[in-house]
């Protein structure tokens, strides 16, 4: 019987309607894919056994004596979690984005295990889509990772995987349950002492430990958030941020994150709103470091926050650049930062892994007011496979907290690199506005590199409308 940490049990009392605490991740597979509910329901069944968490549901302990526990669902019915939706004719991008707009701020049932995966028919007309959630609670990326991670394969050949019979494990007995938590708390004193002093729901709405810092000013940015959601997406090609990288230096997170900077500055400006020299905004943007043994160890525990300030304020996209790399030069030469292809070459599809665990890091560290959330994670360049059929396309989908309205995951995978931006539905609906200025920026930063730089296409991908 393992307890939740303090951390996932704030997670758990904070979900509510307007702040859904769950992470999620939209896949496409490349046109022709055929796979199919049952088909994906039997891949899921094989590989569950791989994240026994995923079986399982969260249960309170009684007058709030310690936190939750989890415990295997005794209930627990595949059917309730894979489930199927259609886009309605031709399917395009819009109606996607719109989909999975309304699916990310649609909250997860806390009394069961504590993940969807919705398989997506008719994009562009005969193309699959995968949407995978989880709570916030359930991926700490050291007991338990995504669920994309064991889906998705580097191979398209079928993988031989033991599987045996699960049954539940019996609930214990309220005694029980109470008699462990008083043991768990002998031996844990402070966090005892801890959960004594503020139960876990009251430290929840009291504290501004997770995404509920009410001292962050009021901007574009920053706002009450309502129950729904907008999404929106953005590829471009790698080797437009490489080559803008190699004229200017830095790195190509540097480039990423100068260009979001910029897209900002533009979608601003698009709405009148007032944009002068100073203007900035705090973010917050998770990045892996190495472990004393110089590599990742547990993907929860090699991750920190650093806060950024985003000159939005500079009209120069070169010195923009340049301020965003001096700004992220300490973490460099900290001799902790791990390489790109050191993260983009962990076993599996780690990266769907590493955007839960940024999300779960900015929100920990929200009482250092951020108004915006970036996570990016370089990914595999080599084709994923789920059930044998590639996938095209990856976008990340962190959630909103606190009165931040707006995050944006970046992933690159497969010479692309491919952001997904959320946005609150009331807040920001302009977000495709906000994805065209971003694409925008990286533009002006591609047109500022000389000419004896070879020059990538570079644009957003725009599907064909019937």
């Not at 769950?22 to 496409?28: G, H, R």
């Not at 707009?101 to 069961?112: C, E, N, P, Q, S």
């Not at 110089?294 to 939005?312: D, F, I, K, N, Q």
């Not at 001096?326 to 990266?351: C, I, M, Q």
Request: with cysteine; proline share 7%.
């Amino acid at each position: 019987m393992q307890r939740l940490s303090p951390l996932d049990a704030m997670f758990l009392h904070q979900d509510s309607p307007t702040v859904p605490r769950q992470v999620a991740s939209l896949a496409i597979l490349e046109p022709g894919a055929k796979l199919d509910h049952d088909r994906l329901v039997h891949v899921i069944n094989e590989r569950i056994d791989l994240v026994p968490r995923y079986r399982q549901i969260p249960r309170f302990v009684p007058g709030g004596l310690g936190t939750p526990v989890w415990l295997d669902d005794e209930n627990f019915d595949i059917s309730l979690h894979v489930r199927r939706s259609a886009l309605p004719r031709p399917g395009g991008q819009d109606a996607l984005h719109e989909l999975v707009g309304r699916l990310i701020a649609r909250r997860l049932d806390l009394d069961r295990a504590l993940w969807e995966l919705y398989l997506i028919e008719g994009y562009q007309g005969n193309q699959l889509a995968l949407l995978f959630k989880a709570h916030q609670a359930l991926v700490d990326g050291s007991h338990t990772i995504d669920l994309a991670q064991v889906l998705l394969e580097e191979s398209a050949s079928e993988r031989d995987i033991p599987h045996e019979e699960w049954r539940p494990r019996p609930a214990p007995h309220t005694a029980g349950l109470v008699g462990g938590t008083l043991r768990h708390n002998l031996k844990h004193p402070a966090e005892a002492l801890r959960v004594a002093e503020h139960s876990v729901g009251r430290l929840a709405r009291r504290l501004p430990l997770v995404g509920t810092d009410a001292s962050v000013p009021r901007t574009v940015l920053s706002t009450e958030l309502s129950r729904h959601r907008r999404f929106a997406t953005l590829a471009a090609d790698l080797d437009a941020f490489r080559s803008v990288r190699e004229e200017h230096g830095g790195t190509v997170n540097d480039v990423i994150l100068a260009s979001i900077a910029g897209g900002i500055r533009g979608w601003m400006l698009t709405r009148a709103e007032p944009v002068t020299a100073k203007t900035s905004f705090r973010a917050m943007v998770p990045m892996s470091v190495a472990s004393d043994e110089g590599h990742p160890t547990s993907l929860g525990s090699t991750v920190r926050g650093h806060l950024l300030s985003l000159p939005v304020g500079e009209t120069n996209p070169v010195v923009r650049l340049h301020q965003v790399s001096y700004a992220l030069k300490d973490h460099r030469e900290t001799g902790s930062a791990v390489a790109a292809n050191t993260l983009a070459n962990l076993p599996g599809f780690a990266t769907s892994t590493f955007h839960a665990v940024g999300a779960r890091v900015a929100d920990a560290e929200a009482g250092r007011g951020h108004q915006i959330v970036i996570t990016n994670v370089p990914g595999p360049q080599d084709p994923v496979y789920m059930a044998g059929e590639a996938v095209s396309e990856v976008y990340p989908c962190v959630p909103l907290s606190g009165y931040r309205a707006l995050s944006i995951g970046v992933t690159s995978y497969r010479s692309k690199v491919f952001f997904g931006i959320v946005a609150d539905r009331d807040a920001v609906p302009d977000v495709d506005v906000l994805a065209q200025c971003i694409e925008d920026a990286l533009a002006e930063l591609v047109d500022s590199v000389s000419s004896r730089t070879t020059r990538a296409p570079r644009g957003r991908q725009r599907p064909s409308k019937s």
